[in-house]
Nanobody, 124 residues
Framework: QVRLVESGGGLVQPGGSLRLSCVAS????????MRWYRRTPGKARELVAA????????NYADSVKGRFTISRDNDKNTLYLQMNSLKPEDTAVYYC?????????????????WGQGTQVTVSS
């Protein structure tokens, strides 16, 4: 089955950097757009960054543009998020996500898959 496993979170001081990884299995990684989300208690889940299957297009939340970089290695079935110039407001649980569309005849159905998340805490 589909499995997404994040790692790389931790405690970092403001201005510091972290690199998150998400190892995927159970599906053909190179065929899917991949995304990073984050969730903070009391706030709505936020789409942080997304990358198409071959990496030819990326999107970022305005709050992270110029500081975060999404990348992927399709040979290693791994998604990355390089986070620089971290701020306290970046503190959240970060999740790797993808969506699979399955066709039942002429009717599509979307299935969302999530990792377990990795905690990022930015604090002095």
């Amino acid at each position: 089955q589909v499995r997404l496993v994040e790692s790389g979170g931790g405690l970092v001081q403001p201005g510091g950097s972290l690199r998150l990884s998400c190892v995927a299995s159970g599906f053909t990684f190179s065929r899917y757009t991949m995304r990073w989300y984050r969730r903070t208690p009391g706030k709505a889940r936020e789409l942080v960054a997304a990358m198409t299957n071959v990496g030819d297009s990326t999107n970022y939340a305005d709050s992270v543009k110029g500081r975060f970089t999404i990348s992927r290695d399709n040979d290693k079935n791994t998604l990355y998020l390089q986070m620089n110039s971290l701020k306290p407001e970046d503190t959240a649980v970060y999740y790797c996500q993808t969506t699979e569309t399955v066709w039942y005849g002429s009717s599509p159905r979307a299935y969302d898959y999530w990792g377990q998340g990795t905690q990022v805490t930015v604090s002095s």
